[in-house]
């Protein structure tokens, strides 16, 4: 059983646009919903994590849109950069407990 | 200061052969988490130990799977009897951990990539 389904499983942006990265969730007990990034060879590094008592969170060109009633949770990366060319994936816990991550998505930002 | 560490960074094992695969947490985090990360399959959580408490061990896969912390510092993760679907990347996360109701970051370390001949 799959706790998160993220989709796309991979995204080509061209440079200037906007990213969008979909994630939906099972457990109604999940209270902590990051974003971790991934360079290839590197370890997870987490971006920008939300909690279910706010609807959005921006943090500099990342947004993450949270829909408690629909059970979804979106990370928007504005004017897409090559740099931010990577693996993204989303994740969700109930307190320090383990995180439970989707399968992940490859995003590509060409010029 | 320094992150979370893990060695060997690469490692190659003959079929049936045992493996141990190390990580150093950051300094004063009480939390350690494993999790394996396979091609096309995302990260998947092996075990979590947290200051004194037993371990979690729900996620490992095998009772050839197993992993020990010492000292609430150092943790080895220990594959024995190594298959070819053991074959992935073995990431080890540290946290703080202050107390149940809070959410502490869990900082990665860079990994093992584990493959089986």
């Known amino acids: 059983q799959q706790q998160v389904k993220q989709s796309p499983q991979s995204l080509i942006v061209q440079k200037g646009g906007i990213s969008i990265i979909n994630c939906a969730y099972e457990n109604t007990a999940f209270d902590y919903f990051p974003w971790y990034q991934q360079f290839p060879g590197k370890g997870p590094a987490l971006l920008i994590a939300i909690r279910p008592d706010v609807s959005e969170k921006k943090e500099g060109r990342f947004t993450i849109s949270f829909n408690k009633s629909a059970k979804q949770f979106s990370l928007h990366i504005m004017d897409s950069q090559p740099g931010d060319s990577a693996t993204y994936f989303c994740a969700a816990s109930r307190g320090n407990t383990p995180l439970v991550f989707g399968k992940g998505t490859r995003l590509s930002v060409i010029a | 200061g320094a992150g979370v560490s893990q060695s060997p960074s690469n490692k190659v094992t003959e079929k049936g052969k045992d493996v141990e695969l190390r990580c150093d947490p950051i300094?004063?985090?009480?939390?350690l988490y494993w999790y394996r990360q396979s091609l096309g399959q995302g990260l998947e959580f092996l075990i979590y130990?947290?200051?004194?408490?037993?371990?979690?061990k729900s996620g490992l896969p095998s009772d050839r799977f197993s992993a020990e912390r010492t000292g609430g510092s150092v943790s080895t993760l220990t594959i024995q009897r190594t298959q070819q679907e053991d074959s992935a990347v073995y990431l080890c996360?540290?946290?703080?951990?202050?107390?149940?109701?809070?959410?502490?970051?869990?900082?990665f370390g860079p990994g093992t990539r584990l493959t089986v001949l």
């Open positions: 996360a540290s946290s703080l951990y202050y107390h149940t109701l809070s959410t502490d970051t869990q900082y």
């Open positions: 300094s004063g985090h009480t939390a």
């Open positions: 130990f947290q200051g004194n408490s037993a371990p979690d």
